[in-house]
């Protein structure tokens, strides 16, 4: 039998919670250590997830008992962690974004490149199965060349208040996921254009932010991608790709909990709503995030998102932020 890889983690909130539980699902891997300067909520997941219980990541990473780290602690504790893991010679998977201050992140560029073990970024929604296929039948010339996506990212409800001001805005806590989306089919972008709107919610407004957003992508070759982002959906968690080439269009809808449809002499093609939280919505995605993060870890090839992945995304949004504040297009180089 494989030994177990020893997972060390950082933050217990609520996608804390996530990567513990992904990691209890996985045969390969245990929890050794959870780390929480709040240590009540530390002491909670490692009784039902397992491990040792720290209020201290140096005595985490000076354990000796850690082979990989997840960095699911609040953003601007992303970059030191990283950078604490790097420097301990520590696989890591850190939740998006790297840090708010793209100078921040790029003076740890040449330490993450020459890194000697993996980093990977927590841009889950590479990993769901259905949006995986689409970008396999798109690479296989299904609809011929890329020429338009469409990314549709809607939440169920607002944010609570007191996340806002440090979300770092809509564009690097939000809209960023359906950026690496973006460059997940079409790598090399070079122009954006942005958006915002306050249309419903006088504490986003107070909080100097958007509730609803589009952006526009142009690639290099001129494919364009369309990214539509509002922090309410009454039908739900709302997650959509559309993919429209020159022969022909590639679409994933919504999840729902049935299949069942009603027809009747009031509506017709009637269903249930669609799942309402990212949670439900990714919950497969996130254990496979990690489970693909442990093959880099083991040496193996992986398709895990890295440290350039969660760059280019940051340069992106605040590209988004800076079009949206001047209604500018703006021109990006993501090398």
């Not at 609570?160 to 359906?178: V, W």
């Not at 509730?211 to 982002?229: A, H, I, Q, Y």
Request: aromatic share 8%; glycine share 8%.
């Amino acid at each position: 039998m494989t030994q177990q890889i020893r997972v060390g983690l950082f933050g217990t909130g609520r996608i804390g919670q996530v990567h513990a539980m992904s990691v209890a699902t996985l045969d390969e891997a245990t929890l050794s250590w959870v780390c929480d300067p709040f240590v009540e909520g530390a002491k909670q997941t490692a009784a039902e997830f397992g491990g040792r219980v720290s209020d201290d990541p140096h005595e985490v990473f000076a354990s000796g008992e850690v082979d990989a780290v997840i960095v699911a602690s609040p953003t601007k504790t992303h970059l030191d962690l990283l950078e604490m893991a790097v420097d301990a010679n520590i696989p890591v998977l850190c939740e998006k974004p790297i840090d708010l201050d793209i100078g921040r992140v790029d003076a740890l560029r040449a330490k993450a490149a020459s890194a000697g073990v993996p980093i990977a970024l927590g841009f889950n929604k590479r990993f769901d199965r259905h949006f995986v296929e689409l970008r396999r039948r798109v690479g296989a010339n299904e609809i011929g060349a890329l020429e338009q996506l469409v990314i549709t990212s809607r939440d169920p409800a607002e944010p609570p208040a007191a996340y806002l001001p440090q979300s770092g805005g809509i564009f690097r806590d939000m809209t960023i996921h359906d950026l690496d989306m973006a460059r997940y089919f079409i790598p090399d972008i070079v122009e954006v254009s942005a958006r915002g709107a306050n249309v419903f919610s006088d504490g986003i407004r107070e909080a100097n932010d958007f509730d609803s957003t589009v952006v526009t992508l142009r690639g290099s070759k001129d494919e364009l991608v369309t990214v539509l982002n509002s922090r309410h959906s009454a039908y739900g968690y709302d997650q959509r790709i559309e993919a429209f080439g020159a022969t022909g269009l590639l679409h994933v809808g919504n999840k729902s909990d049935s299949l069942v449809r009603y027809w009747g002499s009031r509506s017709v093609e009637s269903a249930g709503p669609y799942q309402d939280f990212f949670l439900e919505r990714y919950a497969e995605a996130y254990r496979l995030e990690v489970a693909e993060f442990l093959r880099a870890v083991r040496g193996l090839p992986s398709r895990s998102p890295g440290f350039e992945d969660g760059r280019a995304a940051l340069i992106l949004a605040d590209a988004a932020e800076e079009s949206a504040r001047t209604g500018v297009a703006v021109a990006v180089n993501l090398n």
